[in-house]
Nanobody
Framework: QVLLVESGGGLVQRGGSLRLSCAASGSAFSLWTMAWYRQGPGKQRELVASITGDGNIDVLDSVKGRFTISRDNANNLVFLQMNSLKPEDTAVYYC???????????WGRGTQVTVSS
């Protein structure tokens, strides 16, 4: 079982930036597509951005041009650079490897992102 640890969240004002990190245990990390998800208050978890092992990226329309996903396969890390943050980006952010509509592995604790207006 892969362990996932997210970090980097915090409280920022509208227009601010944050960089989230996700550390994954285990081997063969580069083989897995990785993704960032978020779950806002009273909302279902949604997939925000994904990146394949060789760097192909897909991003939710509402964050295009503002969020950038990247990965460091040598160190089993995935990042989410978030710029021009909006209050509607407020959520707990999680990383995982997509499997259908769910994550492949047990969900970590996530990291809270709060954007004030």
């Amino acid at each position: 079982q892969v362990l996932l640890v997210e970090s980097g969240g915090g409280l920022v004002q509208r227009g601010g930036s944050l960089r989230l990190s996700c550390a994954a245990s285990g081997s063969a990390f580069s083989l897995w597509t990785m993704a960032w998800y978020r779950q806002g208050p009273g909302k279902q978890r949604e997939l925000v951005a994904s990146i394949t092992g060789d760097g192909n990226i897909d991003v939710l329309d509402s964050v295009k041009g503002r969020f950038t996903i990247s990965r460091d396969n040598a160190n089993n890390l995935v990042f989410l650079q978030m710029n021009s943050l909006k209050p509607e980006d407020t959520a707990v952010y999680y990383c995982n490897s997509p499997l259908g509509r769910d994550g492949r592995w047990r969900w970590g604790r996530g990291t809270q992102v709060t954007v004030s207006s």
